[in-house]
């Protein structure tokens, strides 16, 4: 991980580059599955498991049996940590419910707008080399808040054809049971299209890799939503001499180990500070089980030495970083000052794992330098907004005359007609 001393604005998107996607090698290879899966269903599915997963399935979608039976398997400290995570996800997104808008904005015309849940959602799961059931609880509870119709996830099975247990309790716990032993393109391809075992869903949501992000990417091409554009897993804590050390390099390598195309950064006012940092780096992360993961996202990453508040804030909403962390003195002012970020954690005491788990936020969030204009998941997500409109014949008498003035000066008879029969009958039979 190197510093840099006060780089100038303009090496600012070299140094602070994201690892690049391939996008047309990947592309390559994901386009023929999405083809395949369109074309075989569920045949296709069960193919790229053995290819991909090293599993004979017989059967896609988990039975009841292996979801009551996962409980079984989790001790009671982490059942009871997913119920409080749990909770305080339902408190957060269930406060975010809002009412109906209704407003007369001129006598005789109301206006309405009115959170009408999509009606079919997907959930993708990534259940490789790290089985996410903390990602269940940030998209199904929104997505059951909401009141989405239908719920499908998908997720990998293991070689034995097995779902990790946490994430079936987790399912089983907000209530979904459609779970589809699917991972990768193919998943994403089966919910775009749907098959034998898998509903053909309105949105997907949910993080993955490469091939994951570039088949959710493609299926916007054949009318699906997203969530978002996503891509690894990042963060960038500003610290100064007040933080502590070994917290600042926690923090770092708690996104680092994500993945070998993870990217972590640093910036600070002081390279004394920083050298602390990255000497505190290289002793924890010999302790890690994923060490040679969060070794290989270092190599990606950058320490950045800066003199004051105004650049950091300057180069951090440049960045504009999935996760946030804020660990200086002029604590206030440096959160009042950050417009592009996908999540901000404030304080010594606040490590960005909170998010990830169960401080109620969502960590499903925009990455890539999509902050800049993206939202995290929300119950906002699970929704679309529909508008309505209702005019009295003193609302259509007050509004009609300038509907008729523009429609007139854009050529379109049709529309000026449309209100101008409407005033003449009113003419008519008053």
Partial sequence: ??????????????????????????????????????????????????????????????????????????????????????????????????????????????????????????????????????????????????????????TPPNEEGKIHPAILFTADLIGINKIIKSGGAQAIAAMTFGTESVPQVDKIFGPGNQFVTAAKQLATSYGVAIDMPAGPSEVLVYADDTAIPAFVAADLLSQAEHGVDSQVVLVTHSQKFAKKVLKEIEVQVEQLPRKDIAKKSLENSVAIVLDDLKTALDLINFYAPEHLIISVEQEEEAVQGIVNAGSVFIGKYTPESVGDYASGTNHTLPTYGYARNYSGVSLDSFVKKITYQKLSPEGLKNLGPTVEVMAQEELLQAHKNAVSVRLNYLKKNS
């Fill in 1 to 154: 991980m190197k510093i840099l001393i006060n780089p100038d604005v303009s090496t600012w998107k070299e140094e602070l580059a994201r690892p690049v996607f391939k996008t047309k090698k990947i592309n390559r290879i994901v386009k023929p599955i999405l083809r395949k899966v369109e074309r075989k269903g569920d045949k296709a599915l069960i193919k790229y498991a053995y290819e991909f997963d090293h599993v004979e399935l017989q059967e896609l979608r988990v039975d009841q049996s292996e979801i009551k039976a996962a409980a079984s398997a989790l001790s009671p400290e982490l059942k009871d940590a997913i119920l409080t995570a749990k909770r305080n996800i339902e408190r957060f997104h269930g406060a975010q419910i809002q009412a109906e808008l209704v407003e007369e904005v001129m006598p005789g015309v109301i206006c309405r707008r009115k959170s009408v849940p999509i009606q079919r959602v997907g959930l993708y799961i990534p259940g490789g080399t790290a089985p996410l059931f903390s990602t269940v609880l940030m998209l199904g509870i929104p997505a059951k808040l909401a009141g989405c119709k239908e719920i499908v996830l998908c």
